[in-house]
């Protein structure tokens, strides 16, 4: 059975850093793309960042600049880091995986991943 299960996730001040952890267990596949996503509530969810097995990276545009994916294969566990955070990045933030595969241009997009995390809140104030 697959499980991801997120951390790191608190009360920040606008322009602090956070850095998410996302543990992944019974996960098999050797070829395969992880992602973090986030969601307002009443708001769709975002695409955050995926990264790929081997070491391939596609970012939202959200992201892009602040945030960065990357993962510790010995750990089995997937990390954003999170800089310059604004209130507006306030969201619960989620990791998903995928049935196994090769990166490809729908890695930004729900539809890819299979399983999910519960999700850590992230709150950043002004």
């Known amino acids: 059975q697959v499980q991801l299960v997120e951390s790191g996730g608190g009360l920040v001040q606008a322009g602090g850093s956070l850095k998410l952890s996302c543990v992944i267990s019974g996960y098999t596949y050797s070829r395969y793309v992880v992602a973090w996503f986030r969601q307002v509530e009443g708001k769709a969810r975002e695409a955050i960042a995926a990264i790929a097995h081997d070491g391939r990276t596609a970012y939202g545009n959200g992201a892009r600049g602040r945030f960065t994916i990357s993962q510790d294969n010995a750990k089995n566990t997937l990390y954003l880091h999170m800089v310059s955070l604004k209130p507006e990045d306030t969201a619960i933030y989620y990791c998903?995986?995928?049935?196994?595969?090769?990166?490809?241009?729908?890695?930004?997009?729900?539809?890819?991943?299979?399983?999910w995390g519960q999700g850590t809140q992230v709150t950043v104030a002004s």
């Open positions: 998903a995986a995928n049935d196994g595969g090769e990166f490809y241009p729908g890695v930004l997009f729900e539809y890819t991943y299979s399983y």
